[in-house]
């Protein structure tokens, strides 16, 4: 006997597409869990190329859980690009916490990027942040190197479009700096540490952020370097390059005038030996004129020779250079 197996292949092949875009054990599954899903929504869900046994488990999950969500939420969320199970367990443990927290806030909060889960365990559970090592220099200008814990709680509201943990160090850190900055000695911020936390809570940090600041507590204070005394000392440095440019300016005017004046003195010794010069040559006029005779030449040549005579006696080294080209004799021509 001949059995028809193409009918059969071709009925198995329609049962499987069939069971396929209804899964009917799904369906029967969430029918018990007080789901109310219908087969042809499960059928769509395949269509539309969201994953049925996730809607219908998410959706089990949240009605155990005492939750009023429609498949079509959900369907919407997943289409979105949401992550439809931190949603879930999100919105539960905000209800089990009295945290008020919506459908709508859960899915934009995850859709913006942030774990909604995580935010909602950490407004439950406050999370510690510790800031990196934040260097600040007193009024006396010794440097403190101090660490912190910041004891943060999400908010909720603000998780949409609130700035992050980085915000959060970065105004702690500039609290510090000005807390540390503002205190007269660095013995002020060593006797009283909390003084710091006091003035940054004051401030309000958390203004615009998705934490709400419980706590600041100084962890930890170093003592650095006295940056005061390091830039005395450099502005000392400077000073002192300064000065001494300055002074080097100044002695290089000095050689320049020293070379000018010098240069003066020999141009009026040459103009006193070419004024010299021309004596000879005005006593031979005198006496081609006669406005000079014989007797008062030889007057005039024993008082250079009296006069010879004293300066050899008063600077007996100099005897050879006491006589000066206009006292030669002169011959008349």
């Not at 009605?63 to 498949?71: D, I, P, R, V, W």
């Not at 942040?129 to 909720?156: E, F, H, M, S, W």
């Not at 710091?196 to 600041?216: H, M, P, R």
């Not at 206009?326 to 011959?331: A, K, M, N, P």
């Given at each position: 006997m001949n059995f028809p197996i193409f009918p059969l292949i071709v009925g198995a092949i329609v049962l499987l597409v069939f069971l396929y875009f209804f899964p009917i054990s799904l369906w029967i599954t969430a029918l018990f869990s007080g789901v109310k899903v219908s087969l042809f929504q499960l059928a769509f869900m395949r269509v539309r190329k969201v994953p049925p046994s996730l809607i219908v488990n998410s959706m089990?999950?949240?009605?155990?859980?005492?939750?009023?969500?429609?498949?079509?939420d959900l369907e919407t969320h997943y289409l979105a690009g949401g992550n439809i199970p931190s949603v879930i367990k999100a919105l539960i443990s905000a209800d089990k916490a009295n945290i008020p927290l919506t459908f709508k806030q859960a899915t934009a909060i995850d859709l913006a990027g942030r774990d909604v889960f995580e935010a909602v365990t950490t407004s439950v559970n406050p999370k510690v942040?510790?800031?990196?090592?934040?260097?600040?220099?007193?009024?006396?200008?010794?440097?403190?190197?101090?660490?912190?814990?910041?004891?943060?709680?999400?908010?909720?509201t603000q998780l949409v479009g609130g700035a992050g943990e980085e915000t959060i160090l970065a105004r702690v850190g500039e609290g510090i700096v000005t807390s540390i900055?503002?205190?007269?000695?660095?013995?002020?911020?060593?006797?009283?540490?909390?003084?710091?936390?006091?003035?940054?809570?004051?401030?309000?940090?958390?203004?615009?952020?998705?934490?709400?600041?419980?706590?600041?507590d100084i962890a930890d204070i170093d003592i650095g370097e006295n940056i005061g005394a390091k830039l005395q000392i450099d502005q000392a440095t400077a000073d002192l390059k300064v000065a001494e440019a300055k002074a080097e300016e100044r002695r290089a005017m000095a050689v320049a005038i020293e070379q000018e004046n010098r240069a003066k003195t020999q141009e009026a010794k040459?103009?006193?030996?070419?004024?010299?010069?021309?004596?000879?040559?005005?006593?031979?006029?005198?006496?081609?004129?006669?406005?000079?005779?014989?007797?008062?030449?030889?007057?005039?040549?024993?008082?250079?020779?009296d006069t010879d005579m004293r300066d050899s006696i008063a600077n007996p080294s100099n005897q050879s250079s006491s006589s000066k080209p206009?006292?030669?004799?002169?011959?008349l021509s």
């Open positions: 089990i999950t949240s009605t155990k859980a005492g939750l009023e969500l429609t498949a079509n942040i510790n800031t990196p090592n934040v260097a600040a220099v007193a009024q006396d200008g010794i440097q403190l190197i101090a660490k912190a814990r910041i004891t943060v709680r999400a908010n909720i900055g503002s205190s007269k000695s660095h013995k002020e911020v060593l006797e009283n540490p909390d003084k710091i936390s006091k003035l940054v809570l004051s401030k309000g940090l958390d203004a615009g952020t998705a934490f709400e600041i419980l706590s600041i040459a103009r006193v030996v070419e004024a010299e010069a021309e004596i000879p040559k005005a006593m031979a006029e005198a006496f081609r004129s006669g406005n000079l005779g014989i007797m008062d030449y030889y007057k005039m040549r024993n008082v250079q020779a206009g006292r030669d004799e002169t011959r």
